[in-house]
């Protein structure tokens, strides 16, 4: 009796394990599809190399149904691959502001969201005039942007940092996932770095970040490159698109 209730206890752990196991691969499997998918534009699957998108979307838990904000979205890169795997019943949020659109307009044109992805919805706002509703999103992506809070010309509008932290984490839903990926630079560089390199070392982000009240659930060195010397802009040729990058994952806390 001893043996049989052993081997059915064996089995019955080996059946939770095999199931959990099939729920990650199939979950890990819309990444890949959406990744894969054959609507993609050309210039989008030549950036895939270095950007690495389906282990990134694994990393942050994009999951069916949820509701995104892409902040500064740019030409929308992240955006198309966002809608595959949010699907119908979720919702990708394509932020920009008035600075970005002529830089991304290329993109943008060939994107043409009304068309081809009518789960996204175009917004454009300053960030200082952002009006995002309470709890309202399940992740915010903002990826390659943070350092232009602390950059300043005159096409670029001047960002209140607290003010734009603290928009975000009240309109993120308790639990939910705010993906921060930018351009590395040495560590201790003060943040003059976004000025004159358009890069921003972790530790500013982190501060800024626990500040406002996320926690800082996991990193990852998935877009590290030792190549980059961290000191040049991200527009120098030597380095442009294979810059040496962050991944920083926040969550806003349960309420208590």
């Given at each position: 009796m001893k043996l049989i209730k052993g081997i059915l206890f064996?089995?019955?752990?080996?059946?939770?394990?095999?199931?959990?196991?099939?729920?990650?691969?199939?979950?890990?499997?819309?990444?890949?599809?959406?990744?894969?998918?054959?609507s993609r534009l050309e210039r989008d699957i030549k950036r895939d190399e270095t950007r690495h998108p389906r282990e990134v979307l694994a990393f942050f838990e994009v999951e069916q149904g949820q509701r995104v904000l892409d902040l500064f979205s740019g030409g929308g890169y992240y955006s198309e691959l966002l809608s595959y795997v949010v699907g119908g019943k979720g919702e990708v949020i394509a932020h920009n502001n008035q600075a970005y659109l002529p830089f991304a307009k290329e993109d943008l044109d060939e994107r043409s969201y009304a068309v081809r992805l009518p789960n996204v919805t175009p917004l454009l706002s300053e960030a200082n005039d952002l009006e995002l509703a309470a709890d309202s999103f399940d992740r915010i992506f903002y990826i390659l942007g943070f350092h232009d809070i602390y950059y300043r010309d005159e096409t670029w509008p001047e960002i209140d940092d607290n003010k734009l932290v603290a928009n975000l984490f009240r309109s993120l839903k308790p639990g939910g996932i705010v993906a921060i990926i930018d351009h590395d630079a040495v560590v201790g560089a003060g943040k003059e770095t976004a000025?004159?390199?358009?890069?921003?070392?972790s530790e500013?982000?982190?501060?800024?970040?626990?500040?406002?009240?996320?926690?800082?659930?996991?990193?990852?060195d998935l877009l590290k490159n030792e190549a980059d010397p961290l000191t040049i802009s991200v527009f120098d040729k030597a380095i442009r698109g294979k810059t040496s990058r962050y991944m920083l994952k926040f969550i806003k806390p349960l309420a208590n």
């Open positions: 064996s089995f019955f752990v080996f059946s939770l394990s095999s199931a959990s196991w099939a729920r990650q691969a199939l979950t890990y499997d819309i990444y890949r599809l959406a990744v894969q998918s054959e000025q004159e390199f358009h890069r921003l070392s500013h982000v982190i501060n800024k970040m626990t500040q406002a009240g996320f926690v800082l659930n996991d990193s990852a």
